[in-house]
């Protein structure tokens, strides 16, 4: 499944070329499937008005600021690999030569996978891991395409209508491996930071604060989910499963914005 690139027009339509420090500045961004971004988030109430994947991008010559973190990992906002209910895998031990679907490759679910296998005293690639987009997990765990199943921590909509439709056992929890960390960051490239300073901090702290709001007023921001999925065509039903973004007041990660276990290598 592939996703349309949308434009966000922080000049034209958000009135900020009524400001004159500011410059007519454009940002593109791929649209969340399932949920919102925080600068989407952040454009609902008129705020522009007036991890592993960030460490690997900069260790690939990168030069990017990490902005903010975009999810958390805690209790209300976690990645579950979940099989079915008669499933005989029990418990991480179990998942050796097992097929999983992940939403890709080399991020933050191949990473648990791994480091799960790692504590388990197993080899790291000894799970079978495959893509298969968000809205399918469910599908291809009940058609019995794979053993396992797991939704992000940023797709808890899925995950919350895959549960309500009942059948599953969750095996383990992204948590149990790494604690609750920051899951994933926005990033801006350093020489747009220097470029646009005033557009890099709007863009921030309105996502901060969209952040916030979302934490203070979760029904609000359910209903927000529901209207803008449904304007894009995607099913607004699942809006209702949203846990959070997992993330502390203004934006700050949880007790680590870095797993222990990637610390240590």
Known sequence: MTLSFRALAFAT????SAAPALADVTIRYLANQGGLSLHELAA???YFDGTAAVLN???AGNDF???YPTNGLNDEAQSIFYVLEDSPIRDIRDIAGKTIAVNTLGAHLDYVVREALHQAGLPENAANLVVVPGPQLEQVLRSKQVDISAFGYWQTT???AARKAGGLRAVFDDTDVLGEIAGGFIVLRRDWIAAHPAEAKIFVDASIRALD???EHPEETRAIFARVLGERGENPEVAQYFAGYGVREGGRPGTSSMPPAMRRR
């Open 13 to 16: 339509a958000f009135g900020l």
């Open 44 to 46: 609902e109430p008129g």
């Open 57 to 59: 991008a900069i260790a």
């Open 65 to 67: 600021v990490a902005a």
């Open 158 to 160: 899925f995950e919350g």
């Open 213 to 215: 709001h979302a934490r």
